[in-house]
């Protein structure tokens, strides 16, 4: 069965401080792999796309990772702010199966960011 | 632009009465699902769609009925309430690819469901 696990489930750092969020995976036939961020009360937006060729992306302060070896990916947030304080979601894209709809998503890491 | 549009943001409900959740895009894709929320489950899938005609269930489909008569619109109904489906319910929507999701989904501002 496909699953993505992501650690830590919640998270407190001081604003200006980095972190660090990791999702592992057990998708298969991997596609790609995609961060959301959900603000309280909104919808979740994509962050960024991971796929098997890319080691590193990023985007502003954020910095996606994957490793397809160990089917692993980190969410590395520098000098934070208030406004990162949300939810963020790893969504795994299987190629074909996996979810019903391709998709198997994680259960969210909720961060903190307090002044 | 639009995006994804949901409506109501919020009702609520006695076990037992019916209702739709509405949700419309703008942006021509052809794919389109249906998630509930609940606190330390994630994201669960409800029902999708890959095209005006098809639909399909994903985990939890049980007390929830679908249909796409257009490419724009997908609505969700619930038969009879009962409150376990007390949740925020989220509609999503996404292109596709040669036949597959490509999971760049986007959703909706949600709609929060209580039943009492």
């Known amino acids: 069965k496909n699953q993505v696990e992501q650690s830590p489930q919640s998270l407190i750092i001081l604003e200006g401080k980095n972190c660090t969020l990791q999702c592992n995976y057990t998708v298969s036939p991997f596609s790609n792999l995609r961060w959301y961020k959900q603000d309280t009360g909104r919808g979740p937006v994509s962050l960024t796309i991971?796929?098997?060729?890319?080691n590193t992306k990023s985007n502003g302060r954020y910095t996606a990772t994957l490793d397809a070896d160990t089917k692993q990916s980190s969410l590395h947030i520098t000098a934070s702010q208030l406004s990162d304080s949300a939810s963020y979601i790893c969504v795994v894209s299987a190629e074909s199966g996996g979810g019903a709809d391709g998709l198997t998503f994680g259960k969210g890491t909720h961060l903190i960011i307090q002044p | 632009n639009a995006g994804v549009t949901q409506t109501p943001k919020f009702q609520v409900l006695k076990t037992g009465q019916s209702m739709t959740l509405q949700c419309a895009q703008d942006m021509n894709h052809e794919y389109m699902s249906w998630y509930r929320q609940d606190p330390g489950m994630g994201l669960r899938l409800i029902h999708y769609?890959?095209?005006?005609?098809?639909?399909d269930q994903g985990e939890v489909p049980n007390g929830y009925n679908v249909s796409r008569s257009t490419t724009e619109d997908f609505p969700l109904r619930l038969l009879s309430a009962a409150p376990s489906q007390t949740s925020v319910y989220f509609c999503?929507?996404?292109?596709?690819?040669?036949?597959?999701?490509?999971?760049?989904?986007?959703f909706g501002e949600g709609s929060r469901l209580t039943v009492l």
């Open positions: 769609s890959v095209g005006a005609g098809i639909t």
């Open positions: 991971m796929t098997f060729s890319e």
């Open positions: 999503a929507s996404s292109y596709v690819l040669a036949g597959e999701n490509t999971g760049e989904l986007f």
